[in-house]
C-alpha cells in the first residue's frame, strides 16, 4: 500500500510538472510527439524511483557478516485453524558481540506442492517485526509467535525471503539473497 501511495503520489506530481513543461516547450517549437516522449521518459524515471525506493536492499552484508549475526533455529506455521487463519513462528538466536533492537522477517507462505501463495486478505508477503533488546547469545521465538499472519486454508509452510537487523548502536545488516539465508541455520525442506 506504501508503494502505490509513493508511485500515485509521483504520477500526480508528474502530471503538474508536464502541463507547465508542455506550455514552455510549445514555446520552444518541439512537436507533440517530442513533447510526449520527454512526458514519457519523465514518468518511467519517476516510477522506477518510486518502485527502487521501496524495495528491501538485495544485501547490504555479505554472508559472514551474517553468519556471526544470527541463527535460524526454526521457523514454522500452525495448521489453518477453523477460519484459515495461519499463524508463524521463528526461533532465531544473536550471535552478534551487539544488543539487537529491532529483528524484521520478510516472509511469504507456501502451498503442499511449493508454490508461493497469497493470504485471502493480502498478497502474502508479510513482514514480521521482533523489537528487543535482545542480547549477545540470547534467543528470540521460544515463547512468541505472529497469530493469525495470514488467512489461507491452502498453506503448509512458509519461507523467509529477507532479514533486516537493526542493532542499539543505530547500525544495520539486511538481506534479501536466499543463499545467504539458508546459509544461516534451519531451513525447511519442501513437504517434510
Same mark, same amino acid.
Given at each position: 500500500?506504501?508503494?502505490?501511495?509513493?508511485?500515485?503520489?509521483?504520477?500526480?506530481?508528474?502530471?503538474?510538472?508536464?502541463?507547465?513543461?508542455?506550455?514552455?516547450?510549445?514555446?520552444?517549437?518541439?512537436?507533440?510527439?517530442? !513533447?510526449?516522449?520527454?512526458?514519457?521518459? $519523465?514518468?518511467?524515471?519517476?516510477?522506477?524511483?518510486?518502485?527502487?525506493?521501496? $524495495?528491501?536492499?538485495?544485501?547490504?552484508?555479505?554472508?559472514?557478516?551474517?553468519? @556471526?549475526?544470527?541463527? !535460524?533455529? @526454526?521457523?514454522?506455521?500452525?495448521?489453518?485453524?477453523?477460519?484459515? =487463519?495461519?499463524?508463524?513462528?521463528?526461533?532465531?538466536?544473536?550471535?552478534?558481540?551487539?544488543?539487537? @533492537?529491532?529483528?524484521?522477517?520478510?516472509?511469504?507462505?507456501?502451498?503442499?506442492?511449493?508454490?508461493?501463495?497469497?493470504?485471502? &486478505?493480502?498478497?502474502?508477503?508479510?513482514?514480521?517485526?521482533?523489537?528487543?533488546?535482545?542480547?549477545?547469545?540470547?534467543?528470540?521465538?521460544?515463547?512468541?509467535?505472529?497469530?493469525?499472519?495470514?488467512?489461507?486454508?491452502?498453506?503448509? &509452510?512458509?519461507?523467509?525471503?529477507?532479514?533486516?537487523?537493526?542493532?542499539?548502536? =543505530?547500525?544495520?545488516?539486511?538481506?534479501?539473497?536466499?543463499?545467504?539465508?539458508?546459509?544461516? =541455520?534451519?531451513?525447511?525442506?519442501?513437504?517434510?
Amino acid at each position: 500500500m506504501k508503494k502505490m501511495t509513493l508511485i500515485f503520489a509521483s504520477l500526480m506530481m508528474l502530471i503538474f510538472f508536464n502541463a507547465c513543461d508542455n506550455k514552455k516547450q510549445v514555446k520552444e517549437g518541439l512537436s507533440d510527439l517530442q !513533447i510526449q516522449m520527454e512526458a514519457e521518459r $519523465k514518468a518511467d524515471s519517476l516510477i522506477n524511483d518510486a518502485i527502487n525506493k521501496s $524495495k528491501l536492499p538485495d544485501s547490504t552484508a555479505p554472508i559472514d557478516t551474517f553468519k @556471526k549475526a544470527i541463527e !535460524i533455529i @526454526k521457523y514454522y506455521t500452525s495448521s489453518p485453524n477453523s477460519a484459515c =487463519g495461519v499463524d508463524c513462528n521463528i526461533i532465531w538466536k544473536n550471535l552478534a558481540k551487539k544488543t539487537v @533492537k529491532y529483528a524484521k522477517f520478510t516472509v511469504v507462505p507456501c502451498n503442499a506442492v511449493n508454490d508461493e501463495v497469497n493470504g485471502d &486478505y493480502d498478497n502474502g508477503v508479510q513482514r514480521l517485526s521482533v523489537t528487543g533488546p535482545i542480547k549477545t547469545n540470547k534467543t528470540s521465538g521460544y515463547d512468541t509467535y505472529w497469530e493469525c499472519t495470514w488467512y489461507n486454508c491452502t498453506i503448509d &509452510y512458509m519461507k523467509i525471503i529477507g532479514i533486516e537487523i537493526e542493532y542499539l548502536d =543505530g547500525s544495520k545488516i539486511s538481506t534479501s539473497d536466499v543463499k545467504i539465508i539458508n546459509a544461516l =541455520g534451519y531451513v525447511r525442506k519442501p513437504n517434510s
